[in-house]
C-alpha cells in the first residue's frame, strides 16, 4: 500500500461507491480522462492536490494518475475530507495526508507532508498549499513547475504575493475562469450552499428573512436559490457597484447592521473576516441561523460569540447553539466553515466536472509551457473547450458564425 495517514482504509468500498457515481455524472472529465490515459502527459510527474477531499475531488486525484502521475492528496479544510473517498483513493495508489476533523496542528503535519513528495506540479484550494511552500518549506520550492488555483480566496492571495514580488513559480488562477466562476461559483455555490444549510436544519426557508453577504459571484448565487425557495432575501454590500446589481436582480439593500435584527438566516461570502461581529449578535432574533460560505472560518467571529454567550450547546449534528445572557439563541451552522462543504458534499457533480476540466487542462498547459512565475489566466481556447465538450456531451447543438458575419464583427467602416 503507499504511504498515507488516513483514518480508516477499510472505509475504502464506500468511498469508492460514492467516486462510481460522480463519475457516471462528469462527461468532460470522462472525455479528458480517455485523451490522458492514452497519452500519458503527467508520465514521471508527482502532482499534490490540495482541495476539498471528496467524492469529485477523488475522481479527479484519479484521472491524473491514470494519466502517468504520481498522486498525493491532502485537505485543504479538514472539515470537508470524506474518510471514506480519502481511503478509496489509497487503495487506489494515490498518497493521502488527511482525516476528517483535523486539528490546527494535524492539518499542518499532512501540509507538510504531502510537500514532502517533492511535487513538479500542484493543485491548491484557497492558497494553503503555496504558503507553505513560500514559508517553511522553501526547501522543494525549487522543484515546482507550477500550479493552478480553484478559489476566489486562493487567487487573490496569489495576486498579493505576485504584488510583493514572493510568487516564485507560474499559477493558473482556474477561479477566474469563464467556465469556472459563471456557473461553479454562482450555481454550484447557489445549490451547495442551500443543501448545506437544508439538511443540517430541516427548517422550511419560504417565508422567512434570508441575509446574503456579499454579493460576488457565490453570494449571486446564493441569493438566487434563497429567491427561488421563497424567502425574502436582503443582500449586505460595501461595493456600490454589486450593490446596484442587487437591488435590480430584485433584492432589498441595506447595512448589516440593519438586517440584523430581522434576518432569520445570516450567510456571509465574503472573502473577508469578523463580517458578523459582536454588535450584530447583539442584536439579533432568537434563533437566527448563521452560516458561512467563504473559504476561511473568519467571516462570523466566533470570538464575539464565545464572549457573548452564557454557554455553547451542540443543539444537532453540525449546529452550535450560543445561549446569551437576555435569553436568546443563536445557531452557528459547522462551526463556521464552509457550510456546502463541512455540512454537505460541495457542488453538484456536473458543475465540478467543468471546474476540475479545467484544473486538469491546465496542468497540462504549465506543463508544456515555460510559464514565468506569476499568476496567469485559463487560455480562452481551454475555457471555451470545457464548455463545448459539455454541450456536447449533452447532446445539444448551438450556431455557428457565417463567414459574412465574421467579417462584419471583424470590421468597423459603415
Ligand atoms: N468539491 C471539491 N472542491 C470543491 C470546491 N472548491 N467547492 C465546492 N465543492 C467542491
Not at 6 to 19: E, F, M, S, T, V
Not at 26 to 53: D, R, S, T
Amino acid at each position: 500500500m503507499v504511504e498515507s495517514m488516513i483514518k480508516d482504509i477499510n472505509l475504502a468500498p464506500q468511498g469508492q461507491k460514492k467516486i462510481d457515481w460522480v463519475k457516471s455524472h462528469m462527461p468532460v472529465l470522462n472525455k479528458l480522462g480517455e485523451e490522458f490515459q492514452e497519452n500519458q502527459p503527467f508520465a514521471g510527474k508527482k502532482i499534490v492536490i490540495c482541495l476539498h477531499l471528496e467524492a469529485k475531488t477523488g475522481y479527479l486525484a484519479l484521472i491524473l494518475k491514470n494519466s502517468g502521475a504520481e498522486v498525493a492528496v491532502v485537505a485543504s479544510n479538514p472539515l470537508s475530507t470524506q474518510d471514506d473517498v480519502v481511503a478509496a483513493l489509497v487503495k487506489a495508489g494515490v498518497k493521502a495526508y488527511a482525516w476528517y476533523g483535523a486539528s490546527d496542528e494535524e492539518y499542518r503535519l499532512h501540509l507538510n507532508k504531502a510537500l514532502d513528495f517533492g511535487p513538479d506540479l500542484i493543485v491548491d484550494d484557497g492558497g494553503d498549499l503555496v504558503s507553505l511552500l513560500h514559508g517553511d518549506r522553501k526547501d522543494v520550492l525549487n522543484n515546482v513547475i507550477g500550479g493552478c488555483e480553484e478559489t476566489t480566496t486562493g487567487v487573490l492571495r496569489l495576486k498579493a504575493m505576485h504584488k510583493e514580488g514572493t510568487l516564485a513559480f507560474p499559477m493558473v488562477a482556474v477561479n477566474d475562469a469563464l467556465s469556472k466562476y459563471l456557473f461553479d461559483n454562482r450555481y454550484g455555490t447557489g445549490q451547495s450552499v442551500w443543501d448545506g444549510i437544508n439538511r443540517t436544519t430541516n427548517l422550511v426557508v419560504a417565508g422567512k428573512n434570508v441575509v446574503v453577504i456579499g454579493y460576488g459571484w457565490c453570494g449571486k448565487g446564493v441569493a438566487m436559490r434563497a429567491k427561488g425557495l421563497g424567502a425574502k432575501v436582503i443582500v449586505c454590500e460595501v461595493d456600490p457597484i454589486k450593490a446596484n446589481e442587487a437591488l435590480m436582480d430584485g433584492f432589498k439593500i441595506m447595512p448589516l447592521i440593519e438586517a440584523a435584527p430581522v434576518g432569520d438566516y445570516f450567510i456571509t461570502i465574503t472573502g473577508n473576516k469578523s463580517v458578523i461581529r459582536a454588535e450584530h449578535f447583539k442584536v439579533m432574533k432568537d434563533q437566527a441561523i448563521l452560516a458561512n460560505a467563504g473559504h476561511f472560518d473568519v467571516e462570523i467571529s466566533k470570538s464575539d460569540l464565545n464572549e457573548l454567550a452564557e454557554y455553547v450547546v451542540e443543539v444537532r449534528k453540525n449546529i452550535l447553539q450560543f445561549q446569551l445572557p437576555d435569553g436568546r439563541s443563536l445557531n452557528l451552522l459547522a462551526d463556521g466553515r464552509l457550510v456546502n462543504l463541512a455540512a454537505g458534499d460541495g457542488h453538484p457533480a456536473e458543475i465540478m466536472d467543468m471546474s476540475f476540466a479545467l484544473q486538469a487542462q491546465s496542468l497540462y498547459y504549465l506543463l508544456k509551457n515555460k510559464l514565468e512565475p506569476g499568476v496567469h489566466g485559463v487560455p480562452e481556447e481551454i475555457d471555451s473547450k470545457v464548455a463545448q465538450v459539455r454541450l456536447e456531451a449533452l447532446g445539444l447543438k448551438i450556431d455557428r458564425l457565417t463567414p459574412e458575419q465574421i467579417e462584419y464583427l471583424a470590421g468597423w467602416q459603415l
